[in-house]
């Protein structure tokens, strides 16, 4: 049998798109199924053991990309590139919102305690700042956000960049 590579190949692109990600080896060796270990994925992403096409076929669709994509040497369009590069824009999106979100409860929290020290305050203002107590916000935005990163990324579903947006 002749190596040419493909092993190490295989290893370097599934760490850069576990790693994109954020994921652990533990994490993606137990999304891989019971009979995966963590030691298993680093030999894997090392290049000291071969993938078997069952488990290229399940890596790839963790990664929602074609079993070739793991196989594909560094070139201009090389999927796994453009993968990762895709997750690192949705994770530096999501924590940008997340800040955005927190700076906005801050402010209305900072906003309802302002109003309440208030001797007279408008009926329709007073109206408002006491629907804040029960605003949720942040949950709606982050179920919202969940949602569709679920939508976007569930196994199975072609991966496709977030639209701007939208």
């Keep these: 049998m002749v190596d040419d590579g493909l092993d190490a190949t295989a290893g370097e692109n ?27 994925v680093h030999k894997v992403e090392q290049g000291t053991r071969p993938l078997r096409l069952a488990e290229a076929a399940a ?21 796994v590139a453009q993968l990762e590069g895709v997750a690192r824009m949705v994770i530096d999106r999501y924590r940008a919102a997340a800040d955005a979100l927190t700076v906005l409860e801050d402010r209305r929290r ?3 305690g302002m109003l309440q020290k208030m001797e007279t305050v408008p009926p329709r203002l007073r109206e408002v700042a006491e629907s804040w107590a029960d605003d949720t916000l942040i949950e709606q935005c982050a179920e919202e956000g969940k949602r569709r990163v679920d939508e ?14 939208g």
């Design 152 to 165: 976007l990324y569930a196994p199975g579903a072609p991966l496709r960049a977030p639209v701007e947006g």
């Design 59 to 79: 890596i790839a669709e963790v990664f929602h990309v074609r079993v070739d994509d793991l196989y594909a040497g560094e070139y201009e369009g090389n999927r």
């Design 110 to 112: 900072t906003l309802a």
């Design 14 to 40: 599934i760490r850069r798109l576990r790693g994109a990600l954020g994921m652990s080896q533990a994490e993606l060796a137990g999304l891989l199924g019971a009979t995966y270990r963590q030691q298993t």
